[in-house]
């Protein structure tokens, strides 16, 4: 069983940085991949970024080239760095982890979830 733990959230004005982390326990597979999802009210999760175990990664559309997702060797912390903040970017965020060889920001293929770290920017 895996447990996860969101950090770093918090509240910039549009265009500063965040870093978020995600502390990990229980066992993790080799299989496993992890992903950042974010939810903001009124609207559905989505996913934002994913790695796979063997350092793929995948990124939404609205957040290429300003958010990067990356591990430590021994999947201990999950980060999402996090550049050049727009105010839609505001959510809660929340780590998730899954069973796969690659990545994947579908919601359905992760069952282990963090508790949600939340993200404001000012316009």
């Known amino acids: 069983q895996v447990a996860l733990v969101e950090f770093g959230g918090g509240s910039v004005q549009a265009g500063g940085s965040l870093r978020l982390s995600c502390a990990t326990s229980?066992?993790?597979?080799?299989?496993?991949?992890m992903a950042w999802f974010r939810q903001a009210p009124g609207k559905e999760r989505e996913g934002v970024a994913s790695?796979?175990?063997?350092?793929?990664?995948g990124y939404a559309d609205s957040v290429k080239g300003r958010f990067t997702i990356s591990k430590d060797n021994a999947w201990n912390t999950l980060y999402l760095q996090m550049n050049n903040l727009k105010a839609e970017d505001t959510a809660m965020y929340y780590c998730?982890?899954?069973?796969?060889?690659?990545?994947?920001?579908?919601?359905?293929?992760?069952?282990?979830w963090g508790q949600g770290t939340q993200v404001t920017v000012s316009s």
């Open positions: 998730a982890a899954g069973r796969g060889a690659l990545w994947s920001l579908r919601s359905s293929n992760y069952n282990y």
């Open positions: 790695i796979g175990r063997g350092g793929t990664t």
């Open positions: 229980g066992f993790i597979a080799s299989d496993t991949y």
